[in-house]
């Protein structure tokens, strides 16, 4: 049940077959010269919808906005702050509870740490403030990555790269322009620079040439298998 498509008296009739609310998390964020800056919102709303299709759930409308570090200074990126993502976030839940809903389960398309950070401290300040919730938290990305080490070939394969170029050849082959050049990051760690797109003009990590429509179709439904998952057991969960 998308709440984008579903009506007032839909949305009754369906808080008596469950209580969980899927809230999907993306960007608007470079993925290099030839994905769409909407890669991880598409990647996880895909998904999520997927899984609607299978199992009685409802689907708030994806967010799609993110918090951004190393890709925050490329052109097309545009973030919001740890802080605006919280507050967002909290107003969601605490709106969607007295609507009835007591399930939540956040999952993110992007993976970044103060970006996924902000989400689970949310999570838990849920939790303490009302005690009849469950919450899931989880980074999509990260959900699928031991699945995806079975078969993508790229090592170090992290952003826009053999995995992300080979789920939107999958999800809007239309969107995908060509194959930017392998490539990963030189930022100076532990040091925080100011000109991130000096250490890393492409904004690739990995390799966009590995990828293939294939690929993409078997995480996806790799993806959707885990996301019924997770809302069966949080269905069961004390
Ligand atoms: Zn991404």
Known sequence: ???ESITMTDFQKGLKKTKTLIIPFGTVEEHGSHL?????TMQVYEVVKEAAKRIKV????????GVLTSTRNHAGSIGISANSLRMITRDIIKSAYVKGLRNFILISGHAGNIHMSALKEIGEEMIDEFDDIKIA?????DMIRK??????ETKDDGHAGEIETSRILHLAPHLVKGRAKEEYPKLPKPFLVRDKVKYWKGGIWG?????THEKGKKLFLFSVDRVVEIIKR???IR
């Not at 769409?36 to 991880?40: A, E, H, N, Q, V």
């Not at 938290?137 to 990305?141: K, L």
């Open 1 to 3: 049940m998308l709440l």
């Open 36 to 40: 769409p800056l909407s890669t991880d």
């Open 58 to 65: 409802f689907v708030a409308p994806p967010l799609h906005y």
């Open 137 to 141: 938290v989880i980074s999509e990305y």
């Open 147 to 152: 699945e995806s080490d079975k078969f993508v």
């Open 207 to 211: 390799n966009p040439a590995k990828a």
């Open 234 to 236: 949080i269905e069961k």
